[in-house]
């Protein structure tokens, strides 16, 4: 069992940056891929950006390739999301997601076991 609680969320003008964070409580944070997806109101949840278990990996949905980092500290079981040069189309809850996996990186939410509650983001023009 693991559980995801994200933070560092907020109200953000266009252009500037927001870090998020997932702790992550449970057993073998290591052995788990991580990603972050995010939901706008009225739309489907979507990929950001997922990690792989070592963190040796990562990928991106094209609208955030360039602008958004993820990486993540295994000792300290969390999992990050650099966001720069936000734009007012980032607003969304964005979630935080565990699969249990050695070597993978996930883009679709089916394939995640456990989800945080999110956090909000706002981006204002």
């Known amino acids: 069992q693991v559980q995801l609680v994200e933070s560092g969320g907020g109200l953000s003008q266009a252009g500037g940056p927001l870090r998020l964070s997932c702790a992550a409580s449970?057993?073998?944070?290591?052995?788990?891929?991580m990603g972050w997806f995010r939901q706008a109101p009225g739309k489907e949840r979507n990929f950001v950006a997922g990690?792989?278990?070592?963190?040796?990996?990562?990928y991106y949905a094209d609208s955030v390739k360039g602008r958004f980092t993820i990486s993540r500290d295994n000792a300290k079981n969390t999992v990050y999301l650099q966001m720069n040069s936000l734009k007012p189309e980032d607003t969304a809850v964005y979630y935080c997601?565990?699969?249990?996996?050695?070597?993978?990186?996930?883009?679709?939410?089916?394939?995640?076991?456990?989800w945080g509650q999110g956090t909000q983001v706002t981006v204002s023009s």
């Open positions: 990690i792989n278990s070592s963190g040796s990996g990562t």
């Open positions: 997601a565990a699969k249990f996996s050695s070597y993978g990186i996930y883009t679709t939410g089916s394939d995640y076991d456990y």
């Open positions: 449970g057993r073998a944070f290591s052995s788990y891929a």
